[in-house]
C-alpha cells in the first residue's frame, strides 16, 4: 500500500470513530485524490475549524467552486455542522474527511463522477 492508501484508511477510520458514519470507500477515495498533493503537507491536510479564513477557504475553494454552489449562509451553517460532528475539540481535522462530510451534506457525489 502507499502512502494515499494509508492516508484514505485512515480518513475511513476518522469517519467511522470520530464522526459515527460508515464511508462509502469509493466517493472518500475520489475526494482525497481531489484533495491533490494537499494531503502530504501536515498543515495543508488539515482544517482549523475554527481560524475564519480557513472557513472561507473551504467555503471559496472547495463548496463553490469545486461543488458549484451558491454563496448563502446555508454553506457556513454546514461547515459548522460538520466542525461539530468531527469534534471541535478534536485537532487534526482532516481537509479530505470535511470535504467528504460536506459532499454528502450536499448530495454533491456526482461531481465526483
Request: proline share 4%; with cysteine.
Amino acid at each position: 500500500m502507499g502512502k494515499r492508501d494509508d492516508l484514505i484508511a485512515q480518513y475511513a477510520d476518522d469517519l467511522r470513530n470520530k464522526c459515527g458514519m460508515q464511508p462509502d470507500m469509493d466517493l472518500l477515495t475520489k475526494v482525497t485524490i481531489g484533495c491533490g498533493p494537499a494531503i502530504y503537507n501536515a498543515d495543508a491536510s488539515t482544517v482549523a475549524g475554527s481560524q475564519p479564513d480557513e472557513i472561507e477557504t473551504v467555503k471559496n475553494n472547495f463548496l463553490i467552486k469545486k461543488l458549484g454552489l451558491a454563496d448563502g449562509p446555508q454553506l457556513d451553517d454546514a461547515i459548522a455542522q460538520v466542525i461539530e460532528v468531527y469534534g471541535k475539540s478534536e485537532r487534526n481535522k482532516y481537509r479530505a474527511v470535511v470535504y467528504y462530510m460536506l459532499t454528502k451534506h450536499f448530495g454533491k457525489e456526482a461531481v465526483y463522477g
